[in-house]
């Protein structure tokens, strides 16, 4: 079974242009979340969806952030315009409902750099 | 102060060493306990989970929970190389699907042969 898949893994772009971050959770999932990763703060929760439905969007940093989940098989976070104080690796991951015990699967990320 | 503090390190060891990872936390409300594994240029992985106090044990890793001090600790037995990754405790108030999870920042691991 194909884990969670992020595009693109690696991003470098100039402060104020539009960045997209795809991800395509584990088929089946119910559950999909939309993490941060840096060196000062760790790993941060941003939003997550539960059956495509933004549940809990209290990480995400400012109203430049935003993220959709138009089906089941695909989100995307986008951020617009861009900082150079986003510059992270942000991860996806998939949980799947019901019993408890369940992992979150992550995806490998998409390392993002804000010039 | 942050919920859930964990020593970055680096953290080097020779092969066969006994490892200590730790981590400390504030909310008391916090239940289930996990321990993920990261390689480089790699999703964090479930390596083990544990609920309210007490011991577990998965081949050469162990997880111990002390909710009285806020406590907890991943110890390695016999480390390879191949354990050499960043270590992230992770740890909520429930568990149950779609639960948020806090994470520490991470120990890096060395394991050098």
């Known amino acids: 079974d194909a884990g969670v898949i992020q595009s693109p893994r690696h991003e470098v772009t100039e402060m104020g242009q539009e960045v997209t971050l795809r991800c395509k959770p584990i088929?089946?999932?119910?559950?999909l979340f939309w993490y941060r990763q840096t060196m000062m703060r760790g790993l941060e929760l941003l939003i997550y969806f539960n059956n495509n439905v933004p549940i809990d969007d209290s990480g995400m940093p400012e109203d430049r952030f935003s993220a959709k989940m138009p089906n089941a098989s695909f989100s995307t976070l986008k951020i617009q315009p861009s900082e150079p104080r986003d510059s992270a690796v942000y991860f996806c991951a998939s949980e799947r409902g019901g019993p408890s015990n369940q992992p979150q699967h992550f995806g490998d990320g998409t390392r993002l750099s804000i010039l | 102060q942050k919920e859930v503090e964990q020593d970055p390190g680096p953290l080097s060891v020779p092969e066969g060493a006994i490892v200590s990872l730790n981590c400390t936390y504030s909310n008391s409300a916090f239940q289930y306990f996990m321990w993920y594994r990261q390689y480089s240029r790699k999703g964090p992985e479930l390596l083990m989970y544990t609920y309210s106090s007490g011991n577990k044990e998965d081949g050469r890793f162990t997880a111990q929970v002390d909710k009285s001090s806020k406590y907890i600790s991943l110890f390695i037995r016999d480390s390879q190389p191949s354990d050499s990754a960043t270590y992230l405790c992770a740890m909520s108030a429930l568990r149950q699907a779609g639960t948020a999870l806090i994470f520490g920042k991470g120990t890096t691991l060395s394991v050098s042969s």
């Open positions: 088929s089946g999932h119910d559950y």
